[in-house]
């Protein structure tokens, strides 16, 4: 990737690039919400589209010149279709955030109820956390996981839509390592009269290959993230029922957004197409199973791991048994200076701080996009153990970042 453009006028962004680059190529990211998209993805989303202005959606728009533009939505909303089996889909959300807001956009007003998961827990801020709009505008009440064995707690779930009685329940995770019951949570929602919106930011492909059960049919809304599982590029996408279409159109434009981003979208359009090819199921799967594999090597080795284990694509180490006065953020220093990259986490009954936390969450789907196997993870996971059983060790620090640049240069990512 050379850049010759950006270098011909703008050094200093050129080299900050460049940067960028050799970062991504020299470390691993275990970050469970990153992955890598392929170049062609890339070329679209870097494509002239970002000149274009389309207010509007596919033959309806509020601008000339949009023939090419409506073509590739078109082809995004399809695949998505495909992908998911939703009866509507938007693909205009910039973000899942901006996705969510569409959501409660279009079914809440100021001062309505919003029952989700804690953050702390596994929730994501765009469910009602005080810094977020949601919190700002909505009235919030969360349930939990249960503490002693990590998994939703669904009857205390239950309980709190009886009381509360919210307006819409959220369902979908940023840091849970199991399968979500949808059903469960739509019988609560039906039984109180909620609207309930599933957020599958993290499990988008998850869920498009069946690896995951599907919410599409089961809530009311889906929303996703589309540079997570699904190798998409940066944004975010409402999928719901026909009653609910013509109002989640609305919501997300006129109602949160201007003018889409024809480039995001293009690169939608090519990542849902990689996403409906064979590769892809093999490529999901493979991410599960190392996620599997790297869960038991550490616990192996005498981790504690949120639940006992996973059945998606990450896992969340809770320090506090095996390591007790290591916190996540020292650990997450310590494996960074050996380039392995990931991030410090609250776990449920969190007794630090959330920006020093006791867990680390551990995802697959970044390492699995660059080739890596069970045997590469396993060897993955002994080193990721050694790192944090000598954080202050520098020569371990030392002679483990050796390996991982090696391992970095075996398994390239856009060579
Ligand atoms: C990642 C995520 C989102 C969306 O995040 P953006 O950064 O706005 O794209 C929404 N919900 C959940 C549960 C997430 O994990």
């Known amino acids: 990737m050379e850049f010759e453009h950006v270098r011909a006028e703008d050094q200093s962004v050129a080299d900050a690039l460049a940067g960028e680059v050799d970062r991504q190529e020299g470390t691993l990211s275990l970050i469970a919400s990153e992955n890598y998209v392929s170049r062609a993805v890339m070329e679209a989303q870097g494509s002239l589209l970002t000149n274009k202005y389309a207010e509007g959606y596919p033959d309806r728009r509020y601008y000339a010149g949009c023939e090419y533009v409506d073509e590739i ?23 899942g955030t901006q ?9 809440l007003s100021p001062g309505d109820r ?12 765009s ?13 919030v009440e969360h349930y939990h996981v249960d503490p002693e064995t990590g998994y939703l707690d669904y009857q ?16 979908g995770f940023s840091a849970y390592p199991r399968e979500v019951e949808w059903e469960t949570i739509q019988e609560v929602a039906d039984s109180v009269g909620s609207y309930h919106l599933a957020d599958i930011a993290h499990i988008t492909g998850l869920v498009a290959t069946g690896v995951h059960s599907s919410p599409v049919g089961v809530a009311d809304f889906v929303t996703g993230s589309t540079h997570k599982t699904i190798r998409a590029g940066r944004g975010g996408i409402v999928m719901t029922d026909d009653e609910h279409a013509e109002a989640i159109d609305k919501a997300v434009f006129p109602g949160g957004q201007g003018g889409p981003l024809a480039h995001n979208i293009a690169g939608k359009a ?10 892809f199921d093999e490529y999901i799967q493979q991410t599960v199973d190392n996620a599997r594999t790297l869960g038991e090597t550490l616990a192996e080795h005498g981790l504690s791991l949120v639940s006992g284990g996973t059945d998606n694509h990450m896992v969340l180490v809770d320090l506090r048994d095996s390591h007790p006065d290591l916190s996540g953020g020292t650990a ?3 494996l960074a200076a050996a380039n392995v990259i990931l991030n410090a986490n609250t776990v449920p009954g969190e007794t630090r701080s959330a920006f020093d936390p006791s867990g680390l969450r551990i995802g697959t789907p970044g390492i699995t996009t660059r080739g890596f196997d069970e045997g590469a993870v396993e060897e993955l996971a002994d080193h990721i153990y050694r790192l ?6 520098e020569d371990v620090i030392y002679e483990v970042g050796e390996r991982i640049d090696e391992l970095c240069a075996e398994y390239p990512l856009y060579d």
């Open 73 to 95: 939505e078109q082809l995004a909303i399809d695949r998505a279709k495909e992908l998911w089996g939703a009866d509507h889909v938007n693909v205009q959300p910039h973000s």
């Open 99 to 107: 996705a969510n807001m569409a959501v409660y956009l279009a079914t």
């Open 114 to 125: 919003i029952l989700s998961l804690e953050l702390s827990h596994g929730g994501h801020l």
């Open 127 to 139: 469910h009602g956390h005080p810094v977020n709009f949601t919190g700002q505008l909505f009235d």
């Open 156 to 171: 205390e779930l239950k309980e709190k839509a009886e009381s509360f009685e919210p307006d819409i329940i959220v369902s």
């Open 270 to 279: 090519v990542g849902f197409g990689e996403a409906l090819t064979p590769e």
């Open 332 to 334: 997450e220093d310590s």
């Open 388 to 393: 944090i059983d000598n954080h202050d060790s």
